[in-house]
């Protein structure tokens, strides 16, 4: 019983930490992977391949800057 592994649960704060893949293009969070290749990304929305990483957070405010509206307020 003593090997036995317990889930934790996360917190929102350690939810919005985790690192977003985002395409720069259209902003889209669909970001699809190639089978079979490393480092190939592409948007599923827009088909860009520019696809770049960076927290929920600053997604959030270069979508809003670019969209004038908050994505995640209007999605919930």
Do not use: F
């Not at 592994?5 to 970001?31: A, F």
């Not at 520019?50 to 004038?68: P, V």
């Amino acid at each position: 019983m003593s090997n036995l592994v317990t889930k934790t649960e996360k917190s929102p704060e350690d939810y919005n930490q985790e690192p977003v893949y985002y395409c720069k293009h259209c902003l889209s969070l669909r970001i699809m992977g190639v089978a079979g290749m490393d480092d190939a990304e592409y948007c599923d929305e827009c088909g860009s391949t520019n696809i770049e990483q960076t927290t929920i957070e600053e997604w959030e405010r270069m979508y809003k800057e670019k969209h004038g509206i908050s994505y995640l307020d209007n999605k919930y």
